[in-house]
């Protein structure tokens, strides 16, 4: 587990891999933990602010860390980044990968701490202006045993999707 975050670009989307490229003892998505995007709006309004919450369970985990990215799913734009994304101090930070401009939000150091089975991070959402198209929101997120390793922890993934308003 990575506290301070994890490498950029482990989303799983567009190729990218997830946490599961170093934390793989354990199969992705394993029974027993669930992770959950909550908020994002199944249509959204250009330039509306919507707060996205990612939702991570596990009964033994000890440390919790996600990344995740919202970008334009198809077309001209396919990959590119969708509106903005702000994170949440203390638990949450948008770092931003130089060449690219994808913005990816993810745990801080005080993000990844948690008390019990279940941790949550919340980060805002700028839908974009204007709406080009369907817009994909990727997480990875990774309920670790917090000994330091990669072995034994476990790595989930989702999606969402939100459409553009109709003309």
């Known amino acids: 587990m990575h506290p301070h975050g994890p490498p950029i670009g482990h989303t ?4 990218e891999p997830t946490c599961h490229a170093c934390h793989s003892s354990e199969d992705l998505n394993a029974p027993g933990g669930r992770l959950t995007v909550e908020g994002l709006p199944a249509s959204y309004e ?3 602010e919507y707060d996205v919450r990612i939702v991570l369970t596990r009964v033994d985990m000890r440390r919790a860390g996600f990344q995740l990215t919202l970008r334009y799913a ?3 734009s396919a990959g590119r980044q969708a509106g903005t994304v702000q994170g949440s101090l203390p638990r949450a930070v ?3 990968e130089r ?3 994808i ?3 993810q745990q801080t150091m005080e993000g990844s701490g948690l008390a019990g089975g279940t941790t949550s991070w919340t980060v805002r959402w700028v839908a974009p202006r204007p709406a080009r198209g ?6 990875a997120a990774n309920a670790g045993n917090d000994d ?3 072995i034994g922890d476990y790595t989930y993934a989702d999606s969402a999707r939100a459409v553009p308003p109709h003309p």
């Open 148 to 150: 330091n390793s990669p």
């Open 74 to 76: 198809a077309g001209d």
């Open 46 to 48: 250009p330039g509306r």
């Open 94 to 96: 948008v770092v931003t």
């Open 99 to 101: 060449s690219s401009g």
């Open 12 to 15: 799983g989307g567009f190729g």
């Open 134 to 139: 369907l817009v994909v929101l990727h997480v």
């Open 103 to 105: 913005a990816y939000a």
